[in-house]
């Protein structure tokens, strides 16, 4: 049992750094149009677990990373749509910065596609990261618009 016990907190954090490197890679994509395969070899060669700068990143799971990432792209459109219709009366995804939209892509993919990933951890891992670029406002959008996406497809 304590084995089991031990290794949980090391995955959870392995998780949560694999999710903050898929917001990463996918807003590095959309800022430079980089071709996925690219993405995931750059992240893996230079990022992943890396010092970059005196900061130390942690290990991230990275069949996660790259599950997140490539289903991420590759379902972008469903993606965008729930995201999209989920918005206020009088927005769009184009008035929604890059990292939010990186942030909410990642989410969606996760709730849509990981079904063994509880709804309420994904949208806490998220609402966690935004919270490394935005502030509560931002961050209770997250959490609200996440919500809204795992009611629709967690049915």
């Known amino acids: 049992m304590a084995p089991l016990m031990a290794a949980t907190p090391k995955r959870s954090l392995s998780r949560s750094a694999a999710r903050l490197a898929a917001v990463q890679a996918l807003y590095q994509q959309e800022m430079e149009s980089t071709p996925v395969a690219r993405l995931l070899h750059e992240f893996h060669q230079h990022r992943l677990g890396a010092t970059i700068d005196g900061v130390d990143y942690a290990d991230a799971e990275v069949d996660f990373f790259d599950d997140v990432v490539t289903g991420a792209d590759a ?5 965008d749509a ?15 910065d890059k990292p939010m939209k990186a942030i909410l892509r990642a989410g969606a993919y996760e709730l849509a596609a990981r079904p063994d990933v509880p709804a309420a951890s994904v949208i806490s891992e998220y609402v966690d990261v935004a919270k490394a670029f935005y502030d509560a406002r931002e961050t209770g959008f997250v959490n609200g618009l996440l919500d809204a996406i795992a009611k629709e497809v967690r049915k």
């Open 75 to 79: 379902r972008r459109d469903e993606l």
């Open 82 to 96: 729930l995201i999209a219709d989920r918005l206020a009366a009088g927005w769009s995804l184009a008035r929604l």
